[in-house]
């Protein structure tokens, strides 16, 4: 604590503002030609084509989805045969003890079950979400950006940061330019 | 060219109304549904409407406490009718609860866009209806606080519940969509919360928004994740809803009661489980509307596509009523025959006539267009068809039992004063948590509504659509 107040107030990056996502696409398309590798922009609502203009990669997540309902699947259809056959084997009306098609309904639901659940944790887990604090929370216009704003932020630990350079570029895009502390 | 985009017609019937008022842009779209949160004001009718249901809710503290005073003996299923409202309310109530899933899910990959103002409630409703379903087989255990022995788990009774059984079925069907529900409903709800968390003015609305929306920020990143998640979330739910009022047909079709035993239980639930689902979503918007002042979000054309959705389901289930009836003829089985003719002459015949008049005939008016946009006439006839599928899970259940193979065991049910409280109960806490809902928690899914604004359809040159 002490030798925070002894340093300066350390960066995180250049934040410009935009009125609508399309003055923000162009932005963040332009940052990418430009060579701007960490950054990235904030949105009320998604907005197609601004993660490929960031040079985002796409998301993992549809096949942990897919992984999810695959353990679901199996492990649904092993419990049952497992209780049938193994734990509990009991005779009704003179079926089988594997008598699989009485096992499907269950195991479609666990199946289900656990693809949904991987899908929000998976989703949750991979955004880093819940995460009490960010730096970007430290801009006050910021509280628009779940509003009606749109943000693009630079961070400083792109190699290409300079507190000069990068506030000039951003300053040729839009009207609103600040700088976020860390 | 952003003109033509914008203009273009994306539902079939939507020429007529828009999907959201003019004059719309972000911020009059965050403001005005925020505002019914954040407000401190309560409006006296509120207060009036949420004190009578939760009286009302109240009941069914009561009712519980002498079922489980007394035991389960104070309702009246007894042999033969050994499924009375327990069951009925059970269906009727997890039916209501399929239309929001419909809405959520169904209509977002077939991308309705009209769908948007009506989910965030219509999912509310799936939750609240699905906890009302869940107090009926709960509390139709006799002891509650047992109820985790339906699950599969190692015991040191060296026990496992039977998975041939669509009782058991049931268990995982049930449990499944009260969990998928819950997380799509409030995957849904992530970005709003982050919205009411920058907007809301005093510190402890602040800190609970905080803690909710997670530290959600609107990133790219975060949002192709999330949409990612969110439409596979739909993928999932749609199948599960099909699975769901089908296990819960099984319940019956798997047996051999005539009546119950027919193939066409599956389909013919669906079906009856949208109907009843969208009459209820009808019964709640129209109020909720007129009362907030909603008509820009809920325009005429939710309520006509809403009605359309109810005329086509209503004569699927319409539909099966007539196989039902020959079923019972081609079947050439004595019983099944006995079974349809005492549906329409026995001691019960009100009910079935009653049952033809509300889910067969009454729906029909919603034919003409004049007639679908008369509010006050379809917020009557979305009621109609509530009873009219509480009707009918009264004729499948009650009027199938009550005559058994040996007429020496035939029977007359009528439901006990409990039963009648439980019942009244239930639709209470229902009540109250729409009620608690549209006041705590958006009840308009903002950024979705905002997709809908005429600016943020337009794309720059570049870029070619999605």
Known sequence: MSHAAVEAPKTFGMMAEFDDHQQLIKAAAAAHAAGYRKMDAYTPYPVHGLSEALGQKPTKISSLVLLGGFIGCIGGFGLMCWITMVAYPMNVAGKPNYSWPAFIPITFETTVL????????????????????????NVDRFKRASQDRFFLCIEAVDPKFDPGSTRAFLAQHSAEVMEVDA | MDKELVQKPIAVGIAQDPVIGP??????????????VLTTKIHKEWVIGFLFSASLASLLGVAMYFLLF??????????????????????WWIGIGHAGTLISAILLLLKQEWRTSINRFAEAM?????????????????????????LPYPNTMGMWPQPRSPLLWDVFAVSTYATVSALFWFVG???????????????????????LSMGWRGSADHWQRYEMAYLLLA??????????????????????????????????????????????VLTLAIPMRAFYKLEDFITMHHIENMCKVMLATGIIVVYGYFLEVFFGWYSANEYEKAVIMNRFTGPYAWSYWALIFCNGLAPQILWWKKYRR????VWIISNIVSVGMWLERWVIIVV????????????????????????????????????????????IAMFEMKLLVPAAKARPESEGGH
């Open chain 2, 235 to 280: 993928g999932l739910s749609t199948p599960l809803v099909v699975s769901v009022h089908t296990i819960v047909s099984f319940d019956f079709a798997i047996g051999i009661i005539p009546g119950w035993h027919t193939t066409i239980f599956p389909p013919y639930f669906v079906a009856g489980a949208i109907f009843a689902g969208f009459a209820m």
């Open chain 2, 374 to 377: 008369n509010l006050l006439l």
């Open chain 2, 23 to 36: 004059g719309h842009d972000y911020t009059t779209v965050t403001d005005k549904i925020s505002e019914l």
């Open chain 2, 126 to 150: 799936t939750l609240f209806a699905v906890a009302c379903a869940g107090m009926y087989p709960l509390m139709h255990t006799g002891r509650p606080w047992l109820a985790y022995w339906m």
């Open chain 2, 189 to 211: 709800l992530i970005p709003d919360l982050a919205t009411l968390r920058d907007k809301a003015k005093h510190t402890v609305s602040r800190y609970i928004f905080g803690a």
């Open chain 1, 114 to 137: 656990v693809a949904a659940l991987t899908a929000v944790f998976g989703m949750l887990a991979l955004n880093g979400l819940p995460q009490p604090y960010h730096p970007v929370f």
């Open chain 2, 400 to 443: 199938s039992l009550h005559r058994d193979f040996i007429p020496a065991s035939w029977g007359y049910y009528t439901p006990t004063i409990f039963d009648e409280a439980f019942f009244a109960g239930t639709i209470g806490l229902f009540l109250t948590l729409m009620f608690l809902f549209v006041r705590l928690l958006p009840s």
């Open chain 2, 70 to 91: 007394k035991g389960i003996g104070v309702w009246a299923p007894n042999v033969p009718v050994g499924w009375g409202f327990d069951i009925i309310n059970f269906v």
